[in-house]
């Protein structure tokens, strides 16, 4: 029972357990004296590179013999992701040199940052005759003892249904794997090549399954790994090369903490098939014929019946049998005055079914009716060569009758001057260039930057606009802004007559300055009022008094000029005394 | 124990796109269509130009994927809306479609449809800005100035602004992600995103539809009958071409 579960186990573990995967095995237990022993270490991984050599334990018990290195790959699609599974076989042939039981110690392997070791192996070298002797195991399948042959007991077979065929007459070929064993694990390693025929698989197998199977009185476990649907496409002898395989064969435990054994890589092939192709009979061979070889029938139908402006209706021939349905070719479409008939979109489907391949090929013919009235469609023809009877048949289609209207309203160049349009197609191809502009253009930054100066340029018109009327209407505020500027021109002007010494001209300057910009702070007309009126004004503002005393004191120095012999006081104080004001009124 | 067979040929021109286009011309010539398709697919890659997309979809139609014509028709009448050889040979491959959705619309429609789009999304995006800038101008110099000349001269500008708005509009709607084109054979669309919804409407290569969902790997498309179902992605292509 527990062998059962073991075996049960030995697969999913084999394959999801570690990412990398060290076995030894050897290919008996029990070996003669001086007969080799092949000693394999198999590494197994997904997409694990390169793996250095293993190093070999001590064997002072053998001597070493040749040794070997295979590898292979192995690639499965799961979940949509590729994985890539690598194997790699070292295989040391060892000769044995004393009697009695030994161990083949455990092998290790350093890859990436780990190591690991293989389990030892029990060896028991007997004598020549002591081998003979253990009855082959019989009756229902069970776990190969140490050292039982391999011959019966796993097996490759390629069956194929029939070995002579005419061209184009299916044959049905499939690979299973008869086992009596434990097996760990199966990998292909080549696939038989099938040139001469066209395939079409019927069966792949994605994972194994073993179903039973009684063979010559002993029971297999039977999967079937791959059937395939062979149609020749020439004649003469055509071979079938054989499937290989690398089986690994679980060896049964040694003991208790063994728990899953060891495994063998068995290399497996399967036989070289002929199969003797006969060409179709020439004679008797219809025109009508396109390459069919089964048993068919033929419909066809349109999809409406009646095309105005010259809108295309659709002719489906459907041809549905047994027999080679892909290779048969479009049947030949009767021409039909005043209608043009383009290229068929094919569409097919088989499946295996009975021992055989049934399905339907369906050409689909775009009619584009060049003239108006009623065209009639004749008779479809299919010939094909029936094998069972080994001659050719005929089978046709109903005739079909639709109505065009309006046809040359279709056609766009003006029929004038008996210029006759008699068809329409795509337009032709543009020349050739010697450059082509991208005409994506870029867009962004720059347009957005385009768009926010124009409604920036509006803003700033409307700011514009308001202020403009406001200078207008309003009079404090056209002051305010005016005077700050003929308030700078003045003081440089009165600077330039200090310079210049004219003190006349200074003084006035100053005193213009001041009853102006004193006019627009406060909106006061300051030409008509004396100071004494220009102080009353500004006391009723809550002008600070200082500021009064001082603008009056000036005031009152600039009109001085008019009286001749008058002493100034200091200009420069004086031009002081004008920034203050300005500053603080 | 699947095993892959891995095969196909994959050609790769190391060409500019100009070289590229005369390469695939030169193959159309030759009848083949599949070298071509190669080419000019190479050159769109590259950039986006009319002429390419012109000469992509007659070769797709050559190769009977109508889904495939039709898209490039599509995306060479975005680019260049006023050329006839794409109008016609659109419609042409149109009526090679399975599904016969009847789109014949009304003249004054059509007349309108044809004013809005005479100009193509990135001219009417560049008057669009242009009108506006200039309308923006005038309405500026109207504020200040106040000369009524100048308020007609806006109000003109204005109405420009808005037909290549609504254009430029128009063709957005093309652009934004929602139209498609069904490009696989045949496609059941079900009535929910999954395998196991019931099959409400069979689409054919070819049928132009409008994306209005995503869930997962489906898309909920509507053809312009209003009827509308749940198709794998890769189903449909989008007639969009960039990441705009």
Known sequence: MLIRIGSILALPFIIFAAELNFVASVNKAEVVLGEPLLLTLSVEGENIGKVPSPEMPDLPDFDIGSTSTSQSTNIQMVGGKVIQRQFFNFTYTIYPRELGKTVIGSCKLVFGNETYRTQPIEINVVKASAQSGQPPRQGSPAPAEPGVTIDDNLKLLATVNRKNVFQGEPIVVEYALYTRLRLADINLAEAPSFSGFW?????DGQHIEFQRRTVAGKVYDVSVLRKVALFPVTTGRLQITPMKLNVAVVQSPRDFFDFFGTTKVVPLSSDVVYIDVMPLPAEG???EFTGGVGKFTIAASLDTTSSNAGEPINLTVRISGTG?????????????????????????????????????????????????????????????????????????????????????????????????????????????VSTLRDQQIPTGFWLMLLYLLSVAAICISVVYRRHRSKLLSDRAYARKLRSSRIVRKRLKEAERYLKEGDKKEFHATLSRLMLGFVGDRYNLNTGAMTNEDIEQELRRRNVDDGMIKKLNDLLTQCNMRFSPGMKYEDPKALLQVVRELLDRL | MTLLLISGIIMQFELNPVELYNLGNDYFEQGRYSEAIAAYEQASAKLENAGVFYNLGNAYFKKG??????????????????????????????NYRVDKVSSVASPVVRMLSDTLMFFSYFEALMLLTLFFVLASLLISFYIVLRRNILGHAAVACLLLVLYFFIGWRIWSAERNGHHAVVTAPEVSALSGPGADYKEIIIVHDGAEVEVRERRGEYLLIQIPGGVGGWVPVDAVEYIVTDGA
């Open chain 1, 285 to 287: 061979r219809p025109e």
């Open chain 2, 65 to 94: 994927m109508l889904g495939k014509a039709v898209m490039n028709f599509r995306r060479a009448h975005f680019l260049a809306p006023r050329d006839g050889d794409i109008k016609y040979n659109l419609a042409f491959v149109r």
């Open chain 1, 199 to 203: 395939v079409e698989p019927i069966f």
């Open chain 1, 324 to 432: 080679n349905i892909r290779l048969i070719e479009k049947p030949v479409i009767p021409t039909i005055v005043g209608v043009r008939i383009l290229e068929p979109e094919v569409k097919e489907n088989t499946q295996y079914a009975g021992g055989s391949i049934n399905g339907f090929k369906e050409f689909r013919f775009p009619l584009i009716p060049q003239t108006d009235g009623e065209h009639v469609l004749p008779s479809i023809q299919l010939s094909y060569f029936d094998p069972s009877s080994k001659d050719y048949h005929t089978v046709g289609t109903e005739k079909l009758r639709f109505t065009a209207t309006q046809t040359a309203a279709a056609v766009e160049i003006a029929q004038t001057g008996g210029l006759r349009v008699v068809g329409t197609d795509l337009r032709y191809q543009k020349p050739d």
